[in-house]
Antibody, heavy 120, light 107 residues
Framework: QVQLVESGGGVVQPGGSLRLSCAASGFTFSGSTLHWVRQAPGKGLEWVAFVSYDGSQQQYADSVLDRFTISRDNSKNTLYLAVNSLKSEDTAVYYC?????????????WGPGTRVSVSS | AIRMTQSPSSLSASTGDRVTMTCRASQGIGSYLAWFQQRPGSAPKLLIYAASTLQTGAPSRFSGGGSGTEFTLTISCLQSEDFATYYCQQYYSFPVTFGGGTRVDIK
């Protein structure tokens, strides 16, 4: 069955960096688009970033543009999110999510999330 | 960016009730609309995609409708496990955007 497991979250000071990872199994990783979506404490869902099945296309929310970088390693079935210049408003649970082969297909499955807390 | 507006933001209902919630897009998105259910402390789960297609494994009491700018999610006979927050999401264009959610509470 489809499994997505995020890791790499933690407590970091403002201005700091982290690299989030998402290990995938149970589906053809290289044939699926992937997203990162976050949820601040007590708030709704906010889409963060997208990467195409082959890694050639990336898209970002304006709120993270030039600070976050999404990437994937299809040989390791792993998705990444490098998060830099962190702000307090980046505090959230970060979810890895699987789409279809095309960008115009819905997110079909989510991982359990990894928590990032930005605090001094 | 396309803005997604959900209404109501919360509702109270009883087990067995029929419940309908609405999602409006600030511009036409065809049928590129998904509905997700999120229970407290858990990740979201896909219920409906392409506005009206039931995801495999989702209960048949859930149904979606609409196209363009107006969409609905209906739960035909509310069960105890349906008390949760529901989010709509457009994937017509980037940035992907979510509605603010509709929380369904026990009356």
């Amino acid at each position: 069955q489809v499994q997505l497991v995020e890791s790499g979250g933690g407590v970091v000071q403002p201005g700091g960096s982290l690299r989030l990872s998402c290990a995938a199994s149970g589906f053809t990783f290289s044939g699926s688009t992937l997203h990162w979506v976050r949820q601040a404490p007590g708030k709704g869902l906010e889409w963060v970033a997208f990467v195409s099945y082959d890694g050639s296309q990336q898209q970002y929310a304006d709120s993270v543009l030039d600070r976050f970088t999404i990437s994937r390693d299809n040989s390791k079935n792993t998705l990444y999110l490098a998060v830099n210049s962190l702000k307090s408003e980046d505090t959230a649970v970060y979810y890895c999510a699987k789409g279809g082969r095309l960008a115009t297909q819905a997110i079909a499955f989510w991982g359990p999330g990894t928590r990032v807390s930005v605090s001094s | 960016a396309i803005r997604m507006t959900q209404s109501p933001s919360s509702l109270s209902a009883s087990t067995g009730d029929r419940v309908t919630m609405t999602c409006r897009a600030s511009q036409g998105i065809g049928s590129y609309l998904a509905w997700f259910q999120q229970r407290p402390g858990s990740a979201p789960k896909l219920l409906i995609y392409a506005a009206s297609t039931l995801q495999t494994g989702a209960p048949s009491r859930f149904s979606g409708g609409g196209s363009g700018t107006e969409f609905t999610l209906t739960i035909s006979c509310l069960q105890s496990e349906d008390f949760a927050t529901y989010y709509c999401q457009q994937y017509y264009s980037f940035p992907v955007t979510f509605g603010g959610g509709t929380r369904v509470d026990i009356k």
